[in-house]
């Protein structure tokens, strides 16, 4: 994995420039030829990134053929990820409580707190996450704590109407999810069901009705702990969008300008997909540097790419025929046994008195890496290892590899495999070497 660069981004998207000087005169230097950029998901742990970057890129060097000079970048950029949630054949960023773990304990954890107060800084949201912890703790079977915990959790997660970041929260147009404005009591009823359903509560799977029988059962406050961890990753979400947009798309400009030659191969995972995507979207006009573009398990609506999106014909998704910006394939890499995408996201992404019923919530509300682009005309959708078409959006179909994980997320994380390392290889015409 040499020559490899880091370009670490803050939350406002604006890169250091000394890591980004290394890269534009050491990818000339080296004189690399294919280089590929990395962006990771939701998780603050640098170590963890890089262990990420290292593992994915390993097969790559034995992969390229004659003629082929690699160079590799890993984005560093502020996530989080909760420290409960594995990652297949990775150690926790964090060592887990001693004796065996209580699937109904909704308690906010030290390790958990510390990364919060890291992604969230300052002395006020130090105080919303101190009062949040307390909550959590205290489980009070009165509504009113349930609203304050909400309120908590909405102010935490907002930002300035100035910021950077405000525009990047919604790939559809829609507005703010239904999450950060419902009632707190039916956003916390709804979670919960969720996590009983796949049995990450150990709970009895009562109906939501069921939990509020003779006042707020403690149970609840699992769906209150989801609230907090699903409007964090909105965040992140939001996050990504700036990023690739300000940050990335800027970068990428530079490079074509000062290694006219080079091809770029974008790859992001998770809300890192997102970021590559939106980097594609600010990347100067006439900018033809990326060669092949990689969502794997991409945390964003699966009709960001839409011209017109199927429920409301005057609107496209966000990302519309940003697709036309790679000279080669824009491949979606989607998965079934994705839990974190397949059951949490659409739930998290609803929109605000959209329906009360759900009726057609993943149809609607669907993430692209559990059931790949949708709406775009022209899209392909193969199997792994099937050719793929010279451009335009592509979805493959990564379930026979991507299918490890334990709760709440399945295999949301279960993207290191050669097999997937030869998609990309494939998507961006990187000349492979002889069996």
């Known amino acids: 994995m040499q020559p490899y660069w880091e370009l670490t981004f ?62 590799y970048t890993g984005i560093l950029w502020p996530a989080i990820r909760f420290p409960d949630e594995p990652i297949p054949d990775f150690e926790p ?7 065996p773990r209580d699937p109904g304990d909704p308690t906010l954890d030290e390790p958990t707190r510390r990364l919060l107060e890291v992604v969230f800084p300052g002395p006020a949201n130090a105080a919303h996450i101190d009062r949040l912890a307390q909550l959590l703790q205290e489980r009070a079977e009165v509504r009113s704590r349930l609203d304050e915990f909400a309120r908590h959790v909405r ?48 709970g009895t799977g009562a109906t939501a009705g069921q939990e ?46 000062d290694v006219p030659d080079i091809r770029v ?25 990326v060669k092949s573009a990689t969502l794997l398990q991409g945390a964003f609506s699966h009709y960001a790419f839409s011209a017109r999106l199927p429920h409301d014909r005057s609107r496209g998704g966000a990302l519309h025929g940003v697709q036309r910006r790679v000279d080669g394939p824009l491949m979606c890499c989607y998965s079934r046994h994705d839990d974190a995408l397949g059951k949490f996201y ?3 992404s609803k929109l605000a008195g959209d329906s009360s019923s759900f009726l057609g919530l993943w149809e609607r509300w669907g993430a692209l890496g559990f059931d790949g682009i949708k709406a775009v ?32 997320d399945g295999a949301h994380s279960d993207i290191c495999h050669e097999e997937l390392a030869r998609a990309v290889c494939a998507a961006g015409r990187i000349a492979r070497a002889a069996r």
């Not at 974008?266 to 900018?287: C, E, I, Q, T």
């Not at 005309?377 to 994980?405: F, H, I, Q």
């Open 377 to 408: 005309d022209g899209a392909r959708r193969v199997k792994l290892g099937e050719t793929l078409p010279a451009r335009g959006c592509v979805s493959v179909d990564t379930a026979a590899v991507v299918r490890r994980g334990g709760l709440p």
């Open 265 to 289: 191969h974008l790859v992001g995972h998770s809300f890192g997909a997102r970021l590559v995507a939106y980097g594609l979207r600010g990347m100067p006009a006439g900018v033809r540097c």
């Open 93 to 99: 960023i964090a060592a887990p409580p001693a004796g």
């Open 346 to 348: 659409p739930l998290a």
């Open 155 to 202: 102010d935490l997660v907002a930002v300035r109407e100035s910021g950077p970041a405000h525009e990047f929260g919604d790939d559809l147009g829609a507005g703010e999810p239904a999450m950060l404005t419902d009632d707190a009591v039916e956003v916390c009823e709804v979670f919960l069901a969720m996590l009983d359903d796949i049995g990450a509560t150990g």
């Open 10 to 71: 803050d939350a406002d998207g604006d890169v250091d420039a000394a890591q980004r000087d290394r890269l534009l005169s050491g990818a000339e230097s080296e004189r690399v030829t294919d280089l590929l950029v990395f962006a990771h998901g939701w998780n603050n742990d640098q170590r963890t990134a890089r262990n990420l970057y290292r593992r994915f890129f390993e097969p790559f060097d034995r992969l390229a053929g004659p003629g082929v000079r690699l160079g």
């Open 212 to 257: 509020l029988l003779g006042g707020l059962r403690r149970r609840l406050w699992n769906g209150a702990k989801e609230l907090l961890r699903q409007a964090t990753y909105y965040s992140m979400k939001r996050r990504a969008g700036a990023i690739g947009q300000l940050g990335l798309g800027a970068t990428l400009g530079l490079l074509a300008r």
